[in-house]
């Protein structure tokens, strides 16, 4: 196997990919907190996920995927009330539809999702662990506190300690008796009417940054290979879980390489409510098939920022749609393509520059442009090539593209347009073309159009969005 080189957020340079000795590659990536419905940023974190894991695993490299669901959380609390329902029982409910959004986008590699409420005991020991070292402490009437100035290495992954107005926080880390501006809550002692666990620590309820190192250790230990997520939660998310888990268990780095996926924006703005340019998935899947969104994704480096807009959408819509006729063509030639073995093409360059891109930090629109240069170098003697390199052609394109979650389905042809096409040949070689060009009318009228080619007529629908089986 080629050696795969990830940037690391931590160490700001590319490095190889981890490959712990007799284990499977220990990845976590911080899943939803599941108040509101999926959008299509998470969706954006989730996909290229998704991606990773499957291309890495398509290697041979077994990977152990966990991510973990917020499912208790201020937020939560707060909606709950709003909606005048049991805030655990709202959050199983924001829980299946997220599965849900994330079937439907073709995310499926994950090996096991972790709810914080079934990782309470697993928090509480690390709080206590992080009492007993003397990094946390207690409010009284409050909660339990990280104590940020006895960590000297806060702030070594963002390179900052101070937060920023910018910054996705939780309100369960308020309180002005804190020591440091900084602290963040580990246990909050609940008010009534809130959920509550009883502990030694006092009856109450986790805070947000625990909840990933508490579930992380109980898969994987106290360090693993790699940690992903949006790069909005770097800090103080992330910051917080290196101070937890580096000061619990005092074992460093916690976690060897940290991976952040960039923005998605909608229109140049950060996605809001107000603004009215928030998109959820559900919204998007109502317009789009999961295949567009996922061409989009992975038509971005995953570490850059994407400005989604109806645009992008339609663009992805007209690639996909030359795949799909470049496909098309491939297989009439297959089965109508001339019976003398032609012209041979050779896709070995091709196939280690697609490697050779993903290996690189994981570069899927480099290697979505060799798919294209593949097609745009043979599509003017496709005609031309011998079978054996159409099908090995098809197979190319096809399996990377199956890899990439971007299924390519093609339209499926009428017996009456094939048998209409069929007669309109005829026609033609008997010089009838009169008739043939009835016939050429006839077809087009159901929605079909027909080019002659050396081979025969190649017939594929006008209007790809009618026909299209990936499409809404
Ligand atoms: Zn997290």
Same mark, same amino acid.
């Given at each position: ?114 709810? &914080? ?27 339990? +506190? ?22 996705? @926080? ?120 999961? &295949? ?9 480096? +995953?570490?850059?920022?994407?400005? +989604? ?6 663009? &992805? ?5 030359? @795949? ?49 240069? @593949? ?98």
């Amino acid at each position: 196997m080629r050696p795969i080189r990830i940037w690391n957020t931590l160490t700001q340079k590319k490095e190889k990919l981890p490959s712990p000795k007799g284990q499977p590659l220990r990845l976590f990536v911080c899943g939803p907190t599941v108040y509101d419905s999926t959008h299509i940023g998470h969706v954006r974190t989730y996909v290229f996920f998704d991606f990773f894991t499957k291309y890495l695993r398509s290697l041979g490299c077994e990977v152990r995927y966990i991510q973990n669901i917020t499912d208790i959380d201020d937020k939560i609390i707060k909606r709950a009330a709003q909606e005048g329902t049991d805030p655990l029982i709202f959050s199983k409910g924001h829980t299946k539809s997220y599965f849900a959004d994330m079937k439907r986008f073709g995310v499926d590699a994950v090996t096991t999702y972790a709810p &914080a409420t079934k990782f309470i005991s697993e928090i509480i020991d690390q709080v206590q662990r992080l009492v007993r070292r003397g990094v946390a402490y207690k409010i009284e009437g409050d909660g339990y +506190y990280f104590d940020i100035a006895r960590f000297p290495a806060y702030g070594k992954l963002s390179r900052r300690t101070a937060l920023a107005a910018e910054d996705a @926080v939780s309100r369960i880390d308020e309180s002005v008796e804190k020591r440091n501006k900084g602290d963040f809550c580990l246990w909050k002692f609940s008010k009534p009417g809130e959920p509550v666990w009883n502990s030694p620590l006092g009856a109450g309820r986790p805070g947000w940054h625990i909840e990933d190192t508490a579930i992380s250790e109980h898969f994987f230990g106290p360090q693993y290979d790699i940690h992903g997520g949006g790069l909005d939660l770097k800090f103080p998310h992330h910051e917080a879980e290196i101070a937890q888990q580096e000061a619990a268990s005092g074992k460093v780095p916690f976690v060897k390489i940290w991976m952040h996926t960039g923005m998605l924006t909608v229109g140049g703005e950060k996605m809001s409510k107000s603004l009215g340019n928030f998109i959820t998935a559900q919204q998007f899947l109502a317009a789009h098939s999961p &295949a567009i969104f996922r061409f989009i994704v992975l038509n971005h480096h +995953y570490r850059s920022p994407i400005d +989604y807009d109806e645009k992008l959408a339609l663009a &992805a819509e007209e690639t996909l749609e030359g @795949v799909r006729l470049f496909l098309g063509k491939l297989k009439f030639v297959e089965t109508e393509g001339a019976k003398k073995p032609l012209k041979k093409f050779s896709l070995l360059s091709y196939a280690r520059k697609w490697e050779a891109t993903l290996a690189d930090d994981i570069n899927t629109p480099q290697a979505l442009g060799v798919l294209f240069e @593949v097609m745009r170098t043979v599509n003017p003697f496709l005609w031309q090539l011998n079978s054996r390199s159409i099908r090995s052609l098809h197979a190319f394109i096809t399996s990377r593209f199956a890899l990439l979650g971007i299924p390519i389905s093609l339209p499926s042809r009428p017996s009456k347009i094939s048998s209409l096409a069929k007669k309109r040949e005829e026609m033609r070689r008997n010089q009838q073309f009169i008739q043939s060009d009835a016939l050429r009318k006839q077809i087009e009228e159901l929605g079909y159009t027909i080019e002659d080619t050396p081979i025969g007529p190649f017939v594929w629908p006008a209007n790809p969005k009618h026909q299209n089986p990936n499409s809404k």
